[in-house]
């Protein structure tokens, strides 16, 4: 979803907050952040009909732990991304779990979100760049999401690109898009367009 997020892929609103705290860190989700990550995926989604709840977001992560992470506040989450491998022009469908990894060099940006309170002072970015250093160095090629709520512009700014035909559940909202990016580094076929997306008869899970 991606992000689901100006708000973001899902989840970043529209400046991200103002005073961050040194002391802030990313690292892998343990079990005891789960009820900070439920709280703040509720708090930006709920109002827009696209929560999944705790045992959804739990599936994302337990399919591929090493491509999720919290950021450490010191009291609790204070942000979060989720992000899983799965095929390229496919996205999970929000009101399911995932019960295995997808193999598959493309890495779907599932979530992003950081608390309201230090939106703005690029908190979203600094996940972002640790997500694709992450992604490079596990050999992924690409990046995807689906934008939510106008925060296409945000993810452009940052190098993906709109794929408009690429066909979404109706659980995204009528606005979502599919996005991806090439990773830096990536293998040369990697970088250049990638196929064109399937006719909607041949998707499979949304």
Known sequence: MDPRR??????????????????????AIA???????????AAVYTPLGLSEGRAALESRAASSPGTCFVLDGGRGAAGYVLALP????????????????????????????????????????????HLSATARSLTYERISLVAVGGSDTFWAAHGFTAHPDVPLPDGYGADA???SKALPGA??????????????????RG
């Not at 997306?197 to 041949?202: I, M, N, T």
């Open 6 to 27: 100006a708000r973001s892929p899902r989840g970043l609103r529209r400046g991200e907050g103002r005073h961050i705290s040194a002391d802030l860190r990313i690292r």
């Open 31 to 41: 079990d005891a952040d789960w009820d900070g990550i439920a709280a703040l995926e």
């Open 86 to 129: 799965y095929p390229l022009f496919q996205c999970p469908d929000l009101t399911l779990g995932e019960a295995s990894a997808f193999p598959s060099r493309n890495l779907h940006l599932h979530d992003l979100v950081i608390a309201e309170h230090l939106r703005g002072g690029g908190l979203a970015r600094r996940l972002l760049r």
């Open 177 to 179: 898009l599919y996005m």
């Open 187 to 204: 293998a040369p076929h990697a970088r250049s367009a990638p196929p064109a997306p399937p006719a909607p008869r041949e998707r499979q």
